[in-house]
């Protein structure tokens, strides 16, 4: 569903994008090549296994990243918010998507043709030199991922999850730090590799140890060191 959207000189997640050291005048070339869309909640910008034709660029909101497996099973591989960029794996080679992208809630999110982004970074070092670290970025954290999970039992990866998502979406509150992302008990199960009924046991388990609040379906980590000793990890 296209939109009218802020362009790329002034969108407030400019800083944090690939284009973040190009002139006003290369920015505004660029807000005059791209499609600005609104997806609502459920709403699909892509799928594993289509051609690749262009990248999309989160101006706001979050999109879920899943992969499916051989049995049907989708498993969620990571979260992309405002200023990240999706889709851009495929871009430099003649494979299809190697994933799906769905809006978690309502995301505005700029679609730049496949053809005119190979172009801009023909000409413009800065945009590859950025898509090659956003490359580098997930693959580290993904590697990361795979290799704490593996080694964590159930309870332990649940605790990991809450501190990452606490790392990119925490907001500061007098109960404690607000996780601000709206994650369905299933879609958190399946980013740890569980049950939505496993997962909803431990989170009452964490809850009584005192280390997180819940009102409703918002989630308060209240006390912080506490849930990263009980992860296992080392901060």
Do not use: W
Request: proline fraction near 3%; charged fraction near 25%; hydrophobic fraction near 35%.
């Amino acid at each position: 569903m296209s939109s009218k959207m802020t362009r790329c000189e002034s969108c407030p997640s400019q800083g944090n994008g690939i284009f973040c050291e190009l002139e006003h005048m290369e920015l505004s070339d660029i807000s005059d090549h791209k499609v600005n869309n609104t997806y609502k909640k459920g709403q699909v910008l892509f799928v594993e296994g289509n051609p690749t034709y262009g990248i999309y660029c989160v101006n706001k909101g979050n999109i879920k990243i899943t992969q499916m497996s051989p049995d049907g099973k989708e498993s969620i591989i990571r979260i992309a918010q405002a200023g990240d960029v999706i889709g851009h794996r495929s871009l430099f080679t003649s494979k299809h998507y190697q994933a799906s992208a769905t809006a978690i809630e309502e995301a505005h999110v700029c679609f730049i043709d496949k053809d005119y982004i190979l172009k801009l970074i023909e000409t413009k070092p800065s945009v590859s030199f950025n898509l090659i670290s956003r490359l580098s970025r997930d693959l580290g954290a993904a590697e990361h991922r795979i290799s704490s999970f593996s080694q964590k039992n159930v309870r332990e990866r649940l605790a990991e999850l809450l501190l990452l998502l606490k790392e990119s979406h925490g907001e500061p509150t007098e109960k404690g730090t607000f996780i601000n992302i709206k994650l369905t008990r299933d879609e958190m199960a399946s980013i740890i590799g569980t049950a939505p009924e496993t997962l909803i046991r431990f989170m009452s388990e964490i809850k009584s140890l005192g280390y997180i609040e819940q009102e409703g379906k918002k989630i308060f980590i209240t006390d912080e060191k506490a849930l990263i000793e009980f992860a296992g990890l080392e901060y």
